[in-house]
Each structure stands twice: as structure tokens, then as C-alpha cells.
T-cell receptor
Framework: KQEVTQIPAALSVPEGENLVLNCSFT??????LQWFRQDPGKGLTSLLL?????REQTSGRLNASLDKSSGRSTLYIAASQPGDSATYLC???????????FGTGTRLKVLA | DAGITQSPRHKVTETGTPVTLRCHQT?????MYWYRQDPGHGLRLIHY???????DKGEVSDGYSVSRSKTEDFLLTLESATSSQTSVYFC??????????????FGPGTRLLVL
């Protein structure tokens, strides 16, 4: 059974730092992986989607990498800003199904 | 922002009563999903739909049923609400399988309290 883990559960950093959020999954057979952002009391916003054949995707200050063989994805945030404060979740889709499996998220706080 | 609305946004109900939550989209996307979000459990899939009248169960489907009679509407029904179904419910949509079409867009959520 596929399981998705995000460690740490919470992280505080000073403004301007580059940081890495981690996502681990137990079964390397995935179709794709998505990273989302969730602000308090709101729905999720998609940040990046990486297909299983891709190694990374970039959007602005965000870069997500995927290493299927080791069951890991990382979300790199460059030059963090207080507006980046949110919970970041990753989700994987196993092949042969449209059922996404989510991690429990990392709550990020960027201090001004 | 993708055009997704959920109604009601907040609901308080009593144990044993049926409850229906509605998700409405204006994007004409084929796939629609219902998730629940609970502390310590993250998001868990309840049911999803891959077309009108085509639905499938997720990992926590017991006690829930769904219906999709039109592309734009996906209804989630709690047949007899229990306190364990107190949660925040999110609807999501995606366009098509493969590539960027799999990006999921989420609604604002419905907070349900079962007393």
C-alpha cells in the first residue's frame, strides 16, 4: 500500500533563506507527483506537477525534483518570503488508478 | 482561479441525519473528487468521478455515497451522519488524464460539524 510522508511537519526559517521540503513515498511505481500549497482555512493550490518520466519542474522561485528509485521528491524554494508561509503538501498517483494519495504536509513559517 | 464552488460552506447537523454537499464547476472538467481533511490524516479520497454517472470509491468511502448526473455537479451524501464524519470536505477537479491535464484544482471547502 502506497504511503506518503512529509518530514518535518513544521518548519520556521528567516526571510531570504533557500529551503527544501521533503516528500517520501514507499512505492516507486507512481504515475505522477504533485505539490500543493494550502493557506489557513483555504483550499489547496497546485504548484507543480511532475510526470514519472521527468526529473524536475520549475515555476518561478520553486523547483521540484523527483527521484522515483529512491521514493523521494523535494520542493526547493529560493529566497523565501513571508508570503510563502503556508502548508505544503505532496500527492502521488499510482499507475492504473486516478486515486491520489496525499502526505500530511509541512507547515512553513517564513519570519520577516 | 478555476471555477469551483462548494455549498454549503458551513453546516452543523445532528447524528443520524442525512447530509448532502454539493460541488459545482464551470470548467467542464471530466474528473471530480471528494476529499476529507482531518488533523493528523491529511487529505483522504472519499469518492471520485471520471464522467457523468461514472464514479469510483476512494480509501474512506464507507458511510458516503456520490452522484453525478451532470458534468458540472458532483454531490456527496452522508447517508446517516456520525460524529466521526465531522471534518472539512474539499472538492477537486481535473481536466483529463495525462500531462498538465492532471493538475487538480480545489474548491474552498465545506466545514461540517456533526453533533
Amino acid at each position: 500500500k502506497q504511503e506518503v510522508t512529509q518530514i518535518p511537519a513544521a518548519l520556521s526559517v528567516p526571510e531570504g533563506e533557500n529551503l527544501v521540503l521533503n516528500c517520501s513515498f514507499t512505492d516507486s511505481a507512481i504515475y505522477n507527483l504533485q505539490w500543493f500549497r494550502q493557506d489557513p482555512g483555504k483550499g489547496l493550490t497546485s504548484l507543480l506537477l511532475i510526470q514519472s518520466s521527468q526529473r524536475e519542474q520549475t515555476s518561478g522561485r520553486l523547483n521540484a525534483s523527483l527521484d522515483k528509485s529512491s521514493g523521494r521528491s523535494t520542493l526547493y524554494i529560493a529566497a523565501s518570503q513571508p508570503g510563502d508561509s503556508a502548508t505544503y503538501l505532496c500527492a502521488v498517483r499510482p499507475p492504473g488508478t486516478y486515486k491520489y494519495i496525499f502526505g500530511t504536509g509541512t507547515r512553513l513559517k517564513v519570519l520577516a | 482561479d478555476a471555477g469551483i464552488t462548494q455549498s454549503p460552506r458551513h453546516k452543523v447537523t445532528e447524528t443520524g441525519t442525512p447530509v448532502t454537499l454539493r460541488c459545482h464547476q464551470t470548467e467542464n472538467h471530466r474528473y471530480m473528487y471528494w476529499y476529507r481533511q482531518d488533523p493528523g490524516h491529511g487529505l483522504r479520497l472519499i469518492h471520485y468521478s471520471y464522467g457523468v454517472k461514472d464514479t469510483d470509491k476512494g480509501e474512506v468511502s464507507d458511510g458516503y455515497s456520490v452522484s453525478r448526473s451532470k458534468t458540472e455537479d458532483f454531490l456527496l451524501t452522508l447517508e446517516s451522519a456520525t460524529s466521526s464524519q465531522t471534518s472539512v470536505y474539499f472538492c477537486a477537479i481535473s481536466e483529463a488524464p495525462g500531462g498538465a491535464g492532471e493538475t487538480q484544482y480545489f474548491g474552498p471547502g465545506t466545514r461540517l460539524l456533526v453533533l
